[in-house]
C-alpha cells in the first residue's frame, strides 16, 4: 500500500452501521477478491473486494470477515480469518498482516489464521439461524467469472442448507452511500492528486502529442503523489474519438484544431475521483466548440444546484434531459419537430447526449447507492452531462465530483481544477 494508514475507528463505525440493520441470531461474510491469472504465472495486481475493505480496512487476499453480533462467545461476535503469514512469504512477497497488524488496522480482536475456517465457522454456523451473503447487485455489473466471493457462496449453500440466507447488498449500498467525513478527505485527496495531473497537461498539450503521451504524464503524476494510479481506465479522446464515449485506446495523435475529452481520475487509499475536462489541442477553442463547450458547462452548473437533499435521481436526470434540450436547441443540433416527434423513452436529446448525468462514487467509480431514495446529505455524485457530434468531430464532457450538503449547494471536491473555458486557455499560454 502506497496510502498512509486510515486508522481503525472508520472500520469500528462501518461495522457498527452494518451489524443494526442484521437479523437477530444471524452472520455475515465478506470475502476478499481473487488475484485473477493472467496466463503463465502472471497476475493482475490485486485488487481488494470494496465491501470487505469498508468494513474492516483490510487491503489484503484471501481473507474473510464474519459478523455475528449475537453470538454467545464474545470473540466470535466480528472475526478476521487471514492467509498465515511466515518467513517465506515475507522473503518473496513482503509483509502480510500479522495478526496484531490486524487489528491495528481492523479494530477486530479476533484473528484466525485462514486454515482455521472451516472448524470456527462451523461452531458459528451452529449458532446461527440465517447467514447474509453478499451478492453483487449493482445494476451495470456484468461479469462472467465466478468470483471468490460467489464460490464461497455456493459452497455455502451446499454444506449448510438448513439455514436461511439473506442480502448484505441492500445493507451495504445504505450504508456506503453515505460517506463519513475520513471518506470525504479521502476523497478530496484523489481529487487533489487529479489536479495535479490535470495542471501538468496544460503546458505538455500541444499538436503532435500522442493521446498515450498525455496518459503517461497524468500516470507518472499520480504514482509520485501516491495514487496507485488511474481510479478506472483512462480516456484520452482527441476529435471524433471523444464521441466514442468507451474509448479507451488512447492510441492516436492529437491535431491541430481538434479538441481532446480527458475522462480521467486518480484513486487514492482505494477511493476513486471521476473527472472529465476538454482541452483545445492548439491551446485555443474555435467559436464553435467554444459554444458547444458553454452549453455543456451551462448544463452542468444547473444540474449541480439539483444536488440537494431530497433530490429523486430519476426526477433529477428528467430536469436535466430538459435542460439539455434546450441548449441543442439553441446550438441547432434538434429542431421543435424533432421534439415534437420524439418518443417518450427516447427524447431527441439522447441523440446527442446519451448517458445518465450523475453516479455515486466512493470505493468504486461507479459506487453503490440508494437510487430509488431521496439524496441526502453526505451523498457524493459526479455531475457530468456531454454533448457529442460525429458528424463535426467533436464531442464535450465535463465532469466533477459533488458532496450533497445538508443546506445550500453541493460541495465541489474538484473547485480548483480548471473548467472555464478562458481558465484553460489562459493556462495554456501563459
Ligand atoms: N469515467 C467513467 C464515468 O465518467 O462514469
Ligand atoms: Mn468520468
Ligand atoms: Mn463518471
Redesign the pocket.
Known sequence: MKYDRIGKQLYIQNRAKFVQHMDSNSLAVFNSNDIYPVSADSTIPFQQHRDILYLSGVDQEESILVLFPDSKNEAHKEVLFLKETSELIAVWEGEKLTKENAFEVSGIKTVYWLNQFPVMFKQMMAEATAVYVNTNEHLRANTEVQTREDRFIVKLKSDYPAHTTRKSAPIMHRIRSVKESIELELMQKACKITESGIRRLLSFIQPGVWEYEIEAELAHEFLRKRSNGFA?TP?IASGKNACVLHYIENNQICLDGDVILL?V?AEYANYSS?L?RCIPVNGRFTERQRNVYNAVLHVKTEAEKLLVPGTMMAEYHKEVGLLMENQLLGLGLIDKTDIKNQKAEWPAYKKYFMHGTS?FIGLD??DVGLWNEPIQAGMVF?C?PGIYIPEEGLGIRL?DDLVVQASGQPFNLMKDIPLEAAEIEDLMHP
Open positions: 478506472y480516456i475522462d481520475g471521476d472529465t453516479h467509480t461507479h459526479t457530468e465532469e
